[in-house]
DNA sequence: TTGAAAGCGCTAACAA
DNA sequence: TTGTTAGCGCTTTCAA
């Protein structure tokens, strides 16, 4: 039953043709008249027969696996974000017989990248998130190995792929701002995330004239509540998240000081997902599909693969979400 | 600087040996005299070169590459317990050379693992969850591959790491027994999983002779909230839930309708994660560690490929939390 | 339109 | 202890 230890050669000595026509059959790639070609295709069908992916790698330097990086900290990595972004690349590089090979980024710590393109175990590579000066961005770009960002980039000859952050945060805020809201904060995490500044730059000049201040690097909760508790205390009427790990640790805290939203503040999040979309009320915030931004991010890196020169920078929408948590 | 198209080959001339010494000093296979593999290896160290592994991957049929097989849903993807779990085997494959390739079974859907066993992309697989009939545990029987699964299962010859759910769900719910609980409800996700099953059991024979109800196949905010409903309804003294995902609807229902914990129902949970940890008040819960058990999960695979035969169930301790939620 | 033959870079008998 | 020689299974010139 499984006999899959079948090679091109005894399709070849089976058919009486060479393993050459054999090998253009498959690929295609040749003249073939379409007798042979169907022949060896029936033959093929019939007998179960799949090619061996390292033969083929080793003689045409590919391995046929792309490389999926996210950071390493598993608090990050189990964001919904990278798990829906993920989706999207696997749909699109199964479809295209890829396969994706996992590696992490721990605190600029990218030896697993390094490995991973030593080796030449990929025939590209996607980033899931950019920093500012992203040490796995000069990697690859030293390497010479097709890849693609997800989240921008200052680098330069970068393709990358993003949902607008900047036009989508700029625009609730400014929604917010239109709502009569004298003071707002702005509650973020680590700032050397690329997006991290996009938001808050968004939330700026959505906010211009309102009174603001901003709270960076809260990544975790005892910085967040911190941020909470001075933002009250300064009487903020708007509490604005930088993503959903930040608004579920601000409603949490929120709720144990025994703060209502929105009559007490009103909260929103730059980013939504299932970790607060249950919340009571209803969070108003940026909706973005980030499956569709993992799929993007396939189809443009295998286009490179295949020799292509794709657009440098593909950006997605956004829907803004207005909820009971700003009124 | 990016001369990494050094070859054993090259090795050899520029050697002046043949390129099976140049192998042999690598490898530490067979005997060879400590002055020639020193030359060997302090060329290699110095010119940087690095072994081509599709080349080394053909010649020994293997991959270096392990695949990591996760739930496709990103609900499911996204619970720590995998992310924590997935960080565990990175790191000790990393170790060992290896990569991972992840692939994702939908709903029963194995095609992703049928592609990588078929096109023999890897050369072991870690099945990060079990199910009760499970197809991918008979694809990979039949494939003839080393596997393990993270999780049990009834399987014949199955090579298997897991917490002990049973005893921890049975210790848990026998304390909660003591504390004088007269009637509880247990809310459990999908009845296919076996670990939901292994649970369901610990929490009855924990309970015995405790009033119980319990609500199977609850993985939907709808389904969680009809089941809190009807569990308070009928004046239940105790919700115990299957998994932290679980908890987290339920401390959502139970805040949505105002229940107060645990004056009003007490809420313990059989898995903890940062999902609930900083829930007010905090929740009973069982503590495990899935990054060890990723560790080795992937410790025993990297054995079995090794041709060790390695011990069939192998389970890991837990911890019961006793926390505010229960008194 | 087809085939022969030379690799891709490494490992592993078998000899020496 | 080291080297010679076949492969691993496929692709790809170059010829026919």
């Known amino acids: 039953m499984t006999t899959d230890n ?13 393993k050459t026509t054999v090998s253009r059959s498959i690929s295609g790639k040749g003249r073939i008249s379409e007798k042979t070609r169907k022949r060896v295709l029936d033959f093929i069908e019939k007998n179960n027969y799949k090619p061996n992916f390292m033969a083929r790698g080793l003689a045409q330097s590919r391995t046929f696996n792309i490389g999926w990086v996210v950071p390493g900290d598993s608090e990050m990595t189990a964001l919904s974000f990278f798990q829906q972004c993920m989706l999207g690349v696997i749909d699109v590089a199964t479809q295209a017989d890829y396969d994706l ?45 097709p890849f693609v960002t997800v989240g921008s980039t200052e680098e330069k000859n970068v393709v990358q792929v993003d949902h607008d952050h900047l036009s989508a945060c700029k625009e609730l805020a400014s929604i917010l701002k239109l709502k009569g809201i004298r003071s707002a904060s702005f509650i973020a995490g680590a700032e050397d995330k690329v997006v991290t500044l996009a938001r808050r730059r968004g939330f700026e000049e959505g906010m211009d004239g309102v009174n603001t201040t901003i709270y960076m690097n809260c990544d975790r909760n005892e910085e967040i509540d911190r941020a909470v ?6 009487k903020t009427e708007c509490i604005v998240c930088e993503d959903d790990r930040i608004c579920y640790g601000v ?67 956004y829907e803004v979400m207005l909820k009971a948590s700003t009124l």
């Not at 710590?109 to 920093?131: A, M, P, S, W, Y």
Request: net charge neutral; charged share 25%.
């Open 6 to 18: 079948l090679t091109i050669d005894d399709i070849a000595r089976e058919l009486g043709i060479s």
């Open 229 to 234: 508790d001075d933002a009250m205390r300064s």
């Open 251 to 317: 409603l949490a805290k929120l709720k144990k000081d025994g703060v209502q939203i929105p009559s007490q503040v009103r909260v929103a999040s730059f980013y939504n997902s299932s970790l607060i979309e249950d919340n009571q009320p209803a969070i108003t915030s940026l909706w973005y599909d980030p499956k569709a931004l993992g799929a993007m991010a396939c189809r443009t890196l295998l286009s490179m693969i295949e020799g292509e020169t794709p657009v440098q920078r593909q950006k997605l929408g």
């Open 101 to 145: 090979l996992i590696t992490t980024v721990f605190d600029h710590n990218i030896n697993g990248l390094l490995r991973v393109l030593e080796n030449h175990k990929v025939d590209g590579v996607i980033l899931g998130q950019t920093l500012t000066h992203d040490p796995a961005i000069r990697a690859l770009k030293k390497s010479g190995i």
